[in-house]
């Protein structure tokens, strides 16, 4: 199993930073693992929805059937999902507002299977870079 997280404090509101989240059609712009929706994002957005994701991990493409496991809107969003040679991935998003129009904004991704046993350590430095890149990018865009 590899655990990754990160964080950052976006100067922007919980309803600005919601909105260019689970904005699936401009997710590239920010998200710098994701490479397309095959077939757009999930909608509705609820607990339930599934969608295909293609994205890069380490450098490789890979295809993610996601389940949106719980929605809170301005608040959390969280994901199960099944990808390439048994992997298993969890993505959760939480926002947290953080003084005057400002949000905490956490990202937590696990990965679990056979596969990733044998590359962990090098999938977390990889996952947590990722993570980081995105968060600085997604407060470029709604700050």
Do not use: C
Request: glycine content about 12%; charged content about 20%.
């Amino acid at each position: 199993m590899a655990e990754v997280s990160a964080q950052a404090r976006i100067e922007a509101p919980p309803g600005e930073v919601w909105a260019r989240l689970t904005d699936f059609g401009a997710y590239g712009e920010w998200n710098t693992t994701h490479t397309g929706f095959p077939g757009g994002g999930p909608a509705p957005l609820a607990v339930g929805a599934t969608y295909l994701e293609q994205m890069k991990l380490m450098n490789f493409p890979a295809e993610v059937n996601w389940t949106v496991a719980e929605v809170e809107p301005e608040r959390l969003l969280a994901a199960t999902g099944k990808g390439p040679m048994g992997v298993s991935l969890g993505m959760r998003y939480a926002l947290t507002p953080d003084g005057e129009g400002a949000t905490t904004v956490r990202i937590d991704s696990e990965f679990t299977g056979p596969a990733v046993s044998m590359m962990a350590s090098r999938l977390k430095e990889s996952a947590t870079a990722a993570l980081n890149e995105s968060l600085r990018r997604l407060a470029g865009l709604v700050s």
